[in-house]
């Protein structure tokens, strides 16, 4: 019988006013899922591969969801979705960009990588508890995710 996975958020924000507005949402939400928080693509690129301070963690067994800002110190998002989609044990790994940018090549970009959702930040806070309302919804309840992609169990055929 196969062994049920926590459903962990991965976040990667390096704001902390959207930071601690998203974790609200969450809370107000009833999503009490445990969510890891990264404020930079680098330390975001450690956790999801399993290096520096979280070496040991299995980049295959990745989150349920990973909401990802675009505009982040050391390695900016889009890099981060690019390594995300180009190693084989992440690749399927859902991620939604979560993000202020009203840029049209960020989002032809985002989808050119494999992006599974594209979110613009809501300005209103009301406005965007609803928006992580409906993404924590879809996402942890609705949605059906990959299995993980442990390589001693084989690859998965698609």
Known sequence: MEEKREKVILLIEDNPDDEELTLRALAKCGIDNK?????????????????????????????????????????????????????????????????????????????QLGVNSYVRKPVKSELFVEAIRQLGLYWLTINESPPSRDEDRGAIGL
Do not use: H, W
């Open 35 to 111: 969510v890891v928080v990264c404020r930079d693509g680098a330390d975001a690129l450690n956790y999801i591969f399993g290096r520096a301070e979280y070496k040991g963690r299995n980049p295959a067994d990745f989150p349920a969801i990973t909401l990802l800002d675009l505009k982040l110190p050391k390695v900016d998002g889009l890099t981060v979705l690019e390594r995300i989609r180009g190693d084989s044990r992440t690749q399927l790994m859902p991620v939604a960009i979560l993000t202020s940018s009203r840029l049209e090549e960020d989002l032809i970009r985002s989808y």
